[in-house]
């Protein structure tokens, strides 16, 4: 097994405008940020809202980071849906649009599928899609979909897809689920959700992680990765600890928004789609609060 994806991937939060339509402008312009930073971009994922978007939001969106010269090689859109046609539809779009690669959710709705049901699924977007050019990194976020990607399911898709089924995001935050795939699966690109595992996944063969903190502090996930081996990468990971703690203290999403409102000096990035709120006045302060007191920066970010 290969895979051309390695380091820090950023789950690009969306902006809208104040008639929740897309700011595509706004987009464009965090997407330009975070590759300053170091991030890759892992848009369409659970922290840019993707659910929240359409089929033609989401194609329209990345034809346009296209267009607009952003490098397809670092990004990694996400194309799950509950529909196989959907998926299809998703993935043949990235996939011809050059990126390097499709995290694929699982297909969410109903519970307790088994394996062979989840195996059937993916096999026929795969076939559906058709091009040696697909590289499918699956998603494992059964806290959100409640259809987990088991060990099983992996190594059979990996048999079967050697050359398609390339790696993972372990959002489940279980270190002896993450351990047991990176003892399981040399040379699969395994990402963890949260640097806080970087410092313990690293050195067993994670590829990266793919954070919603990425969003961020893309420098600082990014320093970690890159030299876990290193002196200093006790501190380098204590210091992502602290940023990372801070925001999950608050709806991620919400606070993410809010952080990167304040800091760029444009307040509409803290607009979030329904179901979803923003953050309230005291969370704001205390948010603000805490991100002053560990000397939290995002340089270069205002737009």
Same mark, same amino acid.
């Given at each position: #097994?290969? $895979? ?99 995290? #694929? ?34 998603? $494992? ?39 047991? #795939? ?53 501190? =380098? ?49 205390? =948010? ?16």
């Amino acid at each position: #097994m290969s $895979h051309p994806l390695s380091g820090v991937f950023a789950p690009v939060v969306t902006p809208f405008k104040a008639d929740l339509g897309v700011d595509a402008e706004l987009f464009v312009q965090h997407c330009r940020w975070l590759l300053g930073q170091g991030a890759g971009l892992a848009i369409f994922g659970t922290n840019s809202e993707a659910n929240s978007l359409s089929l033609a939001e989401r194609r329209q969106l990345l034809t346009l980071l296209v267009e607009e010269g952003i490098d397809p090689a670092r990004m990694l859109p996400g194309t799950g849906c509950c529909a196989i046609d959907d998926t299809v539809a998703l993935t043949r779009h990235a996939v011809e649009a050059g990126c390097a690669g499709v995290l #694929m959710l699982p297909p969410f709705y109903y519970k307790g599928v088994s394996d062979d049901g989840l195996y059937r699924y993916y096999a026929e977007v795969i076939e559906r899609v058709g091009s040696p050019r697909l590289k499918l990194y699956l998603y $494992h976020i059964p806290a959100f979909t409640g259809v987990p990607i088991t060990l099983g399911l992996i190594d059979r898709l990996v048999r079967d897809f050697p050359d398609t089924v390339v790696g993972i995001k372990d959002s489940s935050g279980d270190w002896d689920n993450l351990s047991a #795939m990176l003892a399981a699966f040399p040379g699969f690109a395994i990402f963890p959700a949260s640097e806080s595992l970087l410092s313990r996944a690293r050195p067993l063969g994670a590829a990266g992680c793919i954070s919603a903190t990425a969003n961020v502090n893309p420098a600082g996930i990014g320093r970690l990765c890159a030299a876990w081996d290193q002196p200093g990468a006790a501190q =380098l990971q204590e210091q992502a600890d602290a940023v990372r703690k801070t925001f999950q203290k608050y709806p991620m999403i919400a606070a993410l928004k809010f952080a990167t409102a304040h800091y760029s000096g444009n307040p509409a990035w803290s607009t979030v789609r329904p179901p979803l709120g923003a953050l309230g006045a005291q969370q704001q302060g205390e =948010l603000l609060a805490e991100l002053e007191r560990i000397g939290f920066a995002m340089p270069g970010l205002a737009h």
